[in-house]
């Protein structure tokens, strides 16, 4: 990096700025490109050693990449540094996934690069946008679990927290989504099918996992073998997680699995290839993909060891950091907090006190509270089908130290809960960790709950509704674990490099406080009806608008009119989430401008996106169904232009790195009482798309935060889902909302499937005589009256951007800087370590 390039973060700085990041970053006299031997000019020759001018934009790409993580590397190695010197409590981050999205614009901005990228760029005659498109979404997520657990380990780094986000490193992402026919089509997702370079991998920090059996080969099926012990190795790759700055690189830590160098070479020498190396795949197929097939019982087997590799990995190597430093282990709760996103890592319980029991050779009761100290534990959902069982013989044959300890635990628990509750044999059935039945289970949320200090939802009414209903006999015996953190949201990636139009309007108007503090949005309240800024955002929402389409029709050839109400629902595909309500929604506008084609209806384009489940064949159906009505549409003249809807497949970070800032309306309409928080719903509303949506998850902060009058709510309620269950009838609204009822009509006439007749009859079992499980119908007509308060908001273009900015201005409370300040003073009593 030469001397005289400005290295700045959204306005020009001094030179004496200059000269201390130059510091900062330890790069003395190397450049980052503009000589022989600067970075980039290295990393292109001597990494592919050939012609630079025939090496292309992948391999620009890796160049960049490799220079930019030169930069970084010695404050990556100084705030590691810095930790073991000062040996503060750390925090371990437990998840199944971490949807990091791309990583390279994302750590220029957070080094303050960008405008040395660009200079470089401009110099090299590089295609940027170009470079970027290079990257792949690092496959490690699905959706909303992992894009939080991505979100929180960048604030922790921002705001210089000790910590470590330990995950699997997944040679494939869940799927990569196609469509065929309208049909969803899953493809391997072989995201590291090229060498990632922003990993390192740590092969001397090897671990070692033992399970209770081994594998063969068997007539070419792989077999257990009961009673022979086997074991694991996971080999750690270490990511930056570089917090905004440049000051604090933190860690993000993913396990691959791998089998011990032996196979069995006589049986290998015979010819008997496959049997020899058995160990071998069953090893390496561990963490081949994320989240295999839950439908049938092998890929339940594959996701239940695939959650303890991670759990016995990530607390084998925080207890070897711990030890370096301390050998009193009742130290551990003071030197270490343990965060178990999700009930998926809550196999941390028993594999804790199984070290402390049998490693340390504590007793049990020391054991037990030095377990608890340590581990919290997150609960993200209120469906009963999300809470994990597994059943009990996998633990006796995989882990029966375990299961030894489990059922401990739970005879220790069922005592304590008959002493203070005599008599009260249903609630000690409700609470024990062992559901009994056909086949003996192992209820993972109540060890997870039992074992650890804390337990928090992730919204308020979820925290309300996971107290009162979901676990209401645990919490009342153990009141004291029990809490809220609402969710949030990085406005690092989510606004100030999603948006950046927008994002330059806001730090024109209050200085740029807010990217580290987004509570100081709330100075944009006064602004609402100042004109000038209110046509700075509207022009900053026109620009992205442009942008996408233009994106769009580059990348799939789909035109859409950004002069149109781009109109969201972006989410993975669920019954509950219901983008079934929003066709609904859509079908009754379209046959509204067939009924009447003078009516006047601002032109809409709606955008559906989201993967469904492999196995769960009603979401797919639903994906189709966008699709067949998104085609029926185009197809008539009547509403050509007028409406348009479109299904954007692999929905990924990076696609919504560039919807969200062009957004106008999101959607948020999920049945009351089943979203546990949402986080697109936060993005949106900081990028000043208004929500439609009902008073679910964390939208009902948002709308307090914003105010009601600014948010379009309608619906039932979360207690009036519950208490209208024994009653409801779809059968009722079909009879009596005419428009209700001339929807499902075409829809069951098959006017969107002329040419597949019959093949959404399943929906009518879902709608109608299923008994609608989810209330599509119940709140049609008000979304339907929400829709009419919009559209008629839209018609005022300074009553829109009043309440845009509003919704921006009370957007500051969704921050993960905020909700990993709550965790960090009232769960984890850690401190910032700050890197010098």
Request: proline fraction near 5%; aromatic fraction near 10%; charge should be negative.
């Amino acid at each position: 990096m030469d001397s005289d390039t400005t290295v700045v973060g959204a306005s020009t700085q001094s030179t004496v700025d200059r000269s201390k990041l130059l510091e900062q970053y330890g790069c003395g006299p190397i450049q980052f490109t503009g000589t022989g031997d600067a970075l980039y000019e290295r990393h292109l020759m001597y990494d592919n050693v050939a012609d630079q001018a025939a090496l292309g934009p992948w391999e620009r790409y890796e160049a960049v990449a490799r220079s930019v993580r030169d930069v970084l590397s010695q404050r990556w190695v100084l705030t590691e540094k810095t930790y073991e010197r000062e040996n503060p409590k750390r925090v371990y981050y437990l998840s199944m996934e971490f949807l990091i999205g791309r990583s390279l614009s994302n750590n220029i901005l957070n080094l303050l690069l960008d405008p040395a990228i660009e200079r470089a760029a401009a110099d090299k005659d590089l295609d940027w946008l170009a470079v970027l498109e290079q990257e792949p979404d690092a496959g490690l997520g699905n959706g909303g679990l992992g894009r939080l657990a991505a979100c929180f380990i960048d604030s922790m780094a921002t705001m210089q927290l000790p910590a470590m986000g330990y995950g699997l490193r997944y040679e494939y992402g869940i799927f990569k989504q196609t469509i065929q026919d309208g049909w969803q089509v899953e493809q391997p997702d072989n995201w590291l099918r090229r060498p990632d370079p922003w990993e390192i991998a740590r092969p001397g920090e090897t671990v070692e996992v033992q399970l209770g059996c081994s594998f063969e080969v068997r007539g070419g099926s792989l077999g257990v073998v009961v009673g022979r012990p086997s074991s694991l190795l996971g080999i750690p790759y270490d990511r930056p997680v570089v917090g905004y700055g440049g000051k604090t690189v933190n860690t993000l830590r993913l396990w691959a699995a791998a089998a011990p160098d032996y196979f069995d070479f006589r049986a290998f020498s015979a010819g008997e290839f496959v049997s020899a190396l058995a160990e071998r795949l069953t090893a390496e197929s561990l963490t081949r993909v994320l989240y295999p097939d839950d439908s049938t019982s092998m890929g339940q087997g594959l996701r239940f060891v695939q959650e303890y590799f991670l759990v016995a990995c990530s607390l084998a190597d925080l207890v070897r950091r711990f030890r370096r430093h301390d050998s009193d282990w009742t130290a551990l709760p003071a030197k270490v907090a343990i965060q178990l996103n999700d009930t998926h890592p809550s196999l941390a319980v028993p594999e804790l006190m199984r070290i402390l029991l049998d490693e340390a050779q504590l007793g049990w009761d020391q054991a037990w509270g030095l377990t608890r100290q340590t581990l919290a534990y997150t609960n993200h959902t209120l469906l009963p089908e999300a809470l994990e069982k597994w059943p009990l013989p996998w633990f006796a044959l995989l882990l029966p130290r375990h299961l030894e300890i489990i059922l401990e635990i739970n005879r220790r628990l069922v005592d304590e809960v008959r002493t203070r509750f005599p008599g009260d044999d249903g609630r000690v059935e409700r609470v024990a960790l062992i559901e009994e039945g056909s086949e003996r289970r192992i209820r993972m949320a109540n060890l997870a709950i039992v074992g650890t200090h804390s337990t928090n939802g992730v919204a308020s009414i979820h925290s309300e509704l996971l107290r009162t209903v979901t676990v209401k006999d645990l919490t009342e015996t153990f009141p004291e674990r029990f809490s809220n953190k609402t969710n949030g949201v990085t406005p690092r990636r989510w606004l100030l490099l999603a948006n950046p139009h927008l994002a330059h309007s806001i730090t024109r108007a209050i200085g740029d406080g807010w990217i580290t503090d987004l509570d100081e949005l709330a100075r944009l309240r006064p602004l609402a009806d100042d004109k000038g800024f209110g046509d700075a955002v509207s022009a900053a929402k026109r620009e992205a608008k442009t942008q996408f389409a233009n994106w769009l029709k580059l990348t799939s050839g789909v035109t859409v009119d950004p002069d149109t109400i781009f109109d969201c629902q972006i989410k993975r595909i669920h019954e509950y989430k219901r983008q079934l309500l929003n066709a609904l929604r859509v079908v009754v506008l379209y046959d509204r401008l067939r009924q009447n084609p003078d009516l006047e209806m601002a032109p809409r384009t709606f955008f559906f996106a989201g993967k469904a489940a492999p196995a769960y064949h009603l979401a797919k159906i639903i994906i189709k169904f966008l699709n067949s009505l998104a085609g029926t549409i185009d197809g008539d003249p009547a509403v050509r232009g007028r409406l348009k809807v479109v299904f954007l497949p692999e929905y990924c970070v990076s696609l919504a790195e560039r919807l969200i800032p062009a957004t106008d309306v999101s959607n948020q309409i999920s049945t009351a009482g089943y979203e546990a928080s949402g986080t697109s719903n936060m993005k949106f509303m900081m990028n000043g798309a208004l929500t439609i949506g009902t008073r679910d998850g964390a939208t009902i902060e948002m709308a307090e935060a914003a105010g009601e009058e600014n948010f379009f709510m309608f619906g039932l309620t979360a207690e009036q889902v519950a208490g209208s269950r024994s009653w409801y009838s779809p059968q009722w609204h079909y009879d009596n909302e005419p428009e209700t009822r001339a929807a499902l009509d075409l829809i069951f006439s098959d006017h969107f499937s002329r040419y597949e007749p019959g093949i959404f009859e399943p929906l009518r079992q879902t709608l109608l005589t299923g008994g609608d499980n989810y209330m599509h119908l119940a709140d049609l007509t008000a979304y339907l009256e929400a829709d009419r308060r919009l559209l008629e908001l839209y018609a005022d273009p300074m009553g829109w951007a009043r309440k845009v900015i509003l919704n921006v201005a009370g957007s500051g409370r969704f921050s993960s800087d905020r909700t990993i300040g709550e965790y960090a003073a009232e769960i984890w009593d850690v401190k910032p370590c700050p890197v010098p």
